[in-house]
C-alpha cells in the first residue's frame, strides 16, 4: 500500500540556523588551537627544487613548517577493494607539482594572522617543467576514450531516418562556490585522530586519510554534523584534510585549516568544460528512432572523475537505438569532480536543444513533440521503468506556464517597448540510485530520542525529511529528538551526494521504527499502559529502549555493509535487477531580451517534478528552487577561466566569478506529482536535488532562440552573444 502524502513541517533546524547557534566545522572551539595556511605552488607543473622556511619561522607566532619531507608514501587499497574504494588517496604535499595552486607547504602558527604571514613569507624555488597543457586544444592534450552506451543499432536506425539534426554544444568549466569554505579541524590525542570536516563523505575521508597517512582507520573517527553547502565540492575527500591530520598527531595540538576562496579554486574539484556532438534522427511520423551522442571533458593526468553523459538521455524518451560515447582529455589541471547534476545538467543543455532542434524542423510543438515519446522501458538495459510520470510533468507544467499563448515563430513575441519574449521547455532526468544503511534508534523514558543514521546535513534539509518519516512512525516528542548523522563514531556514513539521501535513510527508518515498537510490545507483554513512548517506559520503569538495523538497495546482499563499513560506498541503482528507476522533471522558461543593451532577463520559471512521495514538501520545493537558480546562472553567468599561459584560474573570486543575485532570480513556481514510487522503497520516494537543474538550462537556452531567432550552443549566454 502507498504512503498518503506528507504534511509540510517546517524545517527540523530552522530556529538553531537563525539564532547563528548552529555550528559548522570552522566554529567548534578546541583549546590550544594552532591556525594553518596552505602555500600555493606558483607554476603549473614541474618539481620544487627547494622551500626554505627560515623567513617564515622568523614570524612571530609561527610554530612549524610542513613541507614534502614530512609526508611518508600511502597505504595500498585494502584487499579485495573495487572502484572508488581502490582509488589512490589524495596526495598531500608533493615534490612534483601536477597543477598550479597545489599545496608546496603547509604553515602552523597560533593565530590565523601569523599563519598568513608565514605562508606569504615563504619563497620556493621550482625547476618548471619546459611546456605544460592548460586548455584542451593545448598541444600535449591527451584523448583517452571511455566506455560506449548502447541501446539497439544507432547506425542503422539513422540510415533509415527520413530527417536529422546535427548539432555540437560546449558547457564551460564552473566552480561550485559554497558559502562555508573548505574547513577542517584535527585532534590528536591518547592514540586517537579526530576529524572535523566540512564533507559529504565522513567514512570515505576516514578511509582516505588512514590511507594517505599509512595509519589505522580504526584509530580515525570523521565528524561533519553540519556543511555550508556541497553540491559535491564536499561529495570527495578533500587533498588538505590529511595535511591537517598530520599536522595534528606532528604537534599534539588540535590544527584548523580554513581554505581560502582562491585557493580553493585551485584544489578543489570542478564542473570541467565538456563539448557533446549530438546527432538526431526522426522517422515520417516525427518520433525520434536513433541517437548517436558523443561528449568528451577536461581531465586531470590522473583524475577519475569518469565521463558519464549518457547516465540519461537514453532513458528520457525511450528511443530504443542509441550510440553514445565519451572521452577524458587529459591536462594539467587539479581534479575535476562532481558538481550539482554532474554530468545530466551539461548534457541536458545539450540534448535538450538538439531536441528543439529537431522539433523546429520537423515543424512540430516542442512540447507536443516531447509529450509523443512516453515509454515504460529503459532501451539500455531492457527492463521496465519503476515509474516514469514525465509527461505528467510537461503537461502540468505546460497548463501552469500558459504555454498556449506562445507564438510558435521565433521572434514573434515582443512586448512594447521592443523587448524580445521567448518561451522554452527543457526536460530532465536523473539516476534514482539507493545505498544501504546503518542506524540505531534509543528512545528514553525521560523524553528523549536520540536517532542516528547514515546521512550528511548540507542545508537541503536531511534532518527535516528525517524527522518528518520518524514523527510519523513513532508516538515521540519532537521537541527533544536528536539527529546523529555525518559522524563515524556512530555508525558508518554513505557518501550524501546523487539524491540518494532520503531514498536510502527511510527504509532505515522503517526498519527501526517497526522494530523498536515490536520491542514495545513485547515489553509491555499484553498490558495496555497510556501515553506516548516515554510514558509508557517510564510507567514500566525501563530507562530506555533502543535497537540497530542495517537496510539494503533493491538487489543488494550483505556485502555491500561491508563497503559502506570500510570506505562509504555501498550504492545500487538506477538499474536494479528487476527495473531502472529515475526522477524526472519539466521547466518551462520565459525570457526577456532587452532591445538596445540586449540583456537577458528571466522573469518567471515553471518547474514540475516527479520524484515519487514528497516527504519534506517544504525543503523539496526549496530544493527545485535553488537548483533553477544554479541554472540561471549557469546559463546566462557562470564560466571559470583559465589563464593559457601560467595555468591556474582568472577569476577566483566571488568578485569576478559571476553569480545571480536576487536581481537575476523572477518567480519560480514549483510544483510536485506526488505520486509514489512503486517498487523502489516502501514510502515510494525518489530522489529530488541533482534533477532539480537538469533540464532548467536548456528551457533557458531553447527560449532565448524562441525571443531572437539565434541558436546558441555554448553557456554561458551573454550579452556580447546577441549583440
Request: charge should be neutral; proline fraction near 7%.
Amino acid at each position: 500500500m502507498a504512503a498518503a502524502p506528507f504534511d509540510d513541517r517546517a524545517r527540523f533546524d530552522a530556529l538553531e540556523k537563525v539564532l547563528g547557534r548552529t555550528a559548522f566545522t570552522a566554529d567548534i572551539p578546541l583549546p590550544d588551537m594552532l591556525y594553518a595556511m596552505t602555500v600555493p605552488a606558483t607554476i603549473a607543473k614541474g618539481r620544487i627544487a627547494a622551500v626554505p622556511v627560515e623567513a617564515a619561522m622568523a614570524v612571530p607566532g609561527v610554530v612549524r613548517v610542513l613541507t614534502a619531507a614530512d609526508f611518508g608514501p600511502p597505504s595500498p587499497p585494502p584487499t579485495g577493494a573495487s572502484g572508488f574504494a581502490a582509488a589512490p588517496p589524495t596526495p598531500t604535499i608533493l615534490s612534483d607539482i601536477a597543477y598550479r595552486g597545489a599545496p608546496v607547504a603547509l604553515v602552523l602558527a597560533d593565530s590565523i594572522e601569523a599563519a598568513i604571514a608565514g605562508a606569504e613569507a615563504i619563497q620556493p624555488r621550482y625547476a618548471p617543467a619546459p611546456t605544460f597543457a592548460p586548455v584542451i586544444t593545448s598541444d600535449g592534450a591527451e584523448r583517452e576514450p571511455a566506455e560506449p552506451v548502447e541501446a539497439g543499432d544507432a547506425s542503422t536506425a539513422m540510415a533509415r531516418a527520413v530527417d536529422s539534426v546535427e548539432v555540437e554544444y560546449e558547457c564551460p568549466a564552473q566552480h561550485h562556490n559554497p558559502i562555508e569554505l573548505l574547513s577542517t579541524m584535527a585532534v590528536w590525542s591518547n592514540g586517537r585522530l579526530t576529524v572535523y570536516d566540512a564533507t559529504q563523505s565522513a567514512q570515505t575521508t576516514r578511509s582516505n586519510v588512514a590511507r594517505a597517512l599509512g595509519i589505522d582507520p580504526q584509530v580515525v573517527d570523521v565528524k561533519s554534523r553540519y556543511v555550508g553547502g556541497g553540491f559535491g565540492q564536499k561529495g570527495t575527500p578533500q587533498r588538505q584534510t590529511p595535511l591537517i591530520a598530520r599536522a595534528a598527531m606532528l604537534t599534539g595540538r588540535p590544527v584548523k585549516l580554513v581554505m581560502p576562496r582562491g585557493q580553493v579554486f585551485h584544489n578543489a574539484t570542478f564542473r570541467p568544460l565538456s563539448r557533446h556532438r549530438i546527432k538526431i534522427g526522426a522517422d515520417a511520423a516525427g518520433k525520434m528512432v536513433a541517437i548517436e551522442y558523443d561528449a568528451d571533458h577536461q581531465q586531470s593526468r590522473t583524475g577519475q572523475f569518469p565521463p558519464e553523459y549518457h547516465e540519461a538521455q537514453p532513458q528520457m524518451y525511450g528511443v530504443a537505438d542509441y550510440h553514445g560515447t565519451t572521452a577524458n582529455v587529459r591536462i594539467d589541471t587539479q581534479n575535476p569532480g562532481y558538481m550539482r547534476a554532474p554530468h545530466p545538467h551539461p548534457a541536458s543543455f545539450a540534448f535538450e536543444g538538439a531536441v528543439d532542434e529537431l522539433a523546429l524542423k520537423l515543424g512540430l510543438d516542442p512540447v507536443a513533440f516531447r509529450l509523443a515519446h512516453d515509454t515504460t522501458i529503459d532501451p539500455v538495459t531492457g527492463r521496465k521503468l519503476s515509474s516514469r510520470f514525465l509527461n505528467e510533468c510537461i503537461a502540468e507544467g505546460a497548463k501552469r506556464f500558459g504555454w498556449d499563448r506562445r507564438s510558435a515563430a521565433p521572434g514573434s513575441m515582443t512586448l512594447a517597448d521592443g523587448t524580445q519574449v521567448g518561451f522554452g521547455v527543457g526536460c530532465g532526468a536523473y539516476p534514482a540510485i539507493t545505498s544501504a544503511n546503518i542506524a540505531t534508534l534509543r528512545i528514553g523514558a525521560d523524553g528523549t530520542t536520540r536517532f542516528a543514521v547514515s546521512a550528511h546535513e548540507m542545508g537541503q534539509g536531511i534532518r527535516t525529511v528525517i524527522a518528518a518519516a520518524l514523527l510519523r512512525e513513532l508516538d515521540i516528542d519532537a521537541e527533544r529528538l536528536e539527529l546523529v548523522i555525518g559522524d563515524t563514531s556512530v555508525v558508518p556514513q554513505h557518501v550524501t551526494a546523487g539524491s540518494w539521501g532520503t531514498a536510502s535513510a527511510l527504509p532505515a527508518i522503517q526498519a527501526a521504527a517497526a522494530k523498536l515498537k515490536a520491542a514495545m510490545i513485547e515489553l509491555l507483554n499484553g498490558r495496555m499502559v497510556s501515553g506516548n513512548l516515554h510514558q509508557q517506559l517510564a510507567t514500566i520503569r525501563r530507562p530506555h529502549l533502543q535497537v540497530e538495523v542495517s537496510t539494503l538497495a533493491p538487489g543488494q546482499d550483505a556485502s555491500a555493509l561491508q563497503g559502506l563499513r570500510a570506505a562509504g560506498f555501498a550504492l545500487a541503482g538506477p538499474a536494479y535487477p528487476a527495473f531502472t528507476s529515475f526522477s524526472y522533471i519539466a521547466h518551462f522558461a520565459e525570457v526577456h531580451v532587452e532591445p538596445r543593451t540586449r540583456r537577458i532577463r528571466v522573469p518567471r520559471i515553471v518547474s514540475v517534478a516527479d520524484c515519487g512521495r514528497v516527504v519534506s514538501p517544504r525543503t523539496a520545493a526549496s530544493q527545485v528552487r535553488g537548483g533553477v537558480i544554479w541554472a540561471i546562472g549557469s546559463a546566462l553567468r557562470e564560466e571559470t577561466e583559465v589563464d593559457p599561459r601560467f595555468g591556474g584560474w582568472h577569476n577566483n573570486d566571488l568578485a569576478d566569478y559571476v553569480v545571480p543575485v536576487n536581481a537575476d532570480v523572477g518567480e519560480i513556481d514549483v510544483a510536485f506529482i506526488d505520486r509514489p514510487d512503486p517498487l523502489l522503497n516502501g514510502v515510494g520516494a525518489k530522489g529530488l536535488g541533482e534533477v532539480s537543474m537538469v533540464g532548467a538550462a536548456g528551457a533557458i537556452g531553447n527560449a532565448i532562440f524562441h525571443a531572437t531567432g539565434r541558436r546558441l550552443r555554448r553557456m554561458p549566454i551573454r550579452i556580447e552573444h546577441l549583440i
